[in-house]
């Protein structure tokens, strides 16, 4: 497996891993979970929503890095993380590993990439977010792994209207 920054090539690629990496979860479980009326509210434009967000995934002159897994020249996963200099903190805001090529490594080395990158930069704190369901299991466990302590965080949402 070979890591490389991102390239404006990766858009369409890491869009449609992005969307096979997170249909399981938005569909199958927050969908469900939550009903239609706080799906829909909240996250109901997830797929554009993505797509608007891979538009600027790489944006080194923002603090945005971005960088892709490669098996042979297939892309396998991404991570992407923001580097906030002013509080020396950098946050692993994304990370995706195709289902296909999950439990190989490639999530493990891309957060070590990322991790790498903002100790590089001299920044003193790491950071990720994840979700506390059972979609979200593998994730919690290499970010322990990795080292990451984590905080419990339970947020709350309900319909307004039936």
């Not at 906030?84 to 990439?113: I, K, N």
């Not at 990322?114 to 590089?120: L, N, Y």
């Amino acid at each position: 497996m070979r890591i490389r920054t991102y390239e404006a090539s990766d858009f369409q690629p890491l869009l449609d891993l992005t969307i096979a990496t997170f249909d399981p979860f938005y569909e199958g479980s927050y969908r469900p979970l939550v009903g239609e009326t706080v799906f829909a509210n909240l996250h109901g434009a997830w797929r554009r929503d993505y797509h608007d967000l891979m538009r600027s995934v790489h944006d080194p002159q923002r603090g945005r890095h971005a960088a892709v897994a490669l098996l042979d020249d297939t892309i396998v996963g991404y991570a992407r993380w923001v580097i906030r200099t002013d509080r020396s903190h950098g946050e692993l805001d994304m990370l995706a590993v195709a289902p296909s090529y999950r439990g190989h490594g490639a999530g493990r080395a891309l957060a070590q990439h990322a991790i790498d990158h903002m100790r590089a930069a001299g920044l003193d704190v790491a950071s990720i977010n994840t979700g506390g369901d059972a979609f979200h299991a593998p994730a919690r466990a290499l970010y322990e792994e990795l080292g990451f302590t984590p905080l419990p965080v339970v947020n709350y949402t309900m319909p307004l209207r039936p």
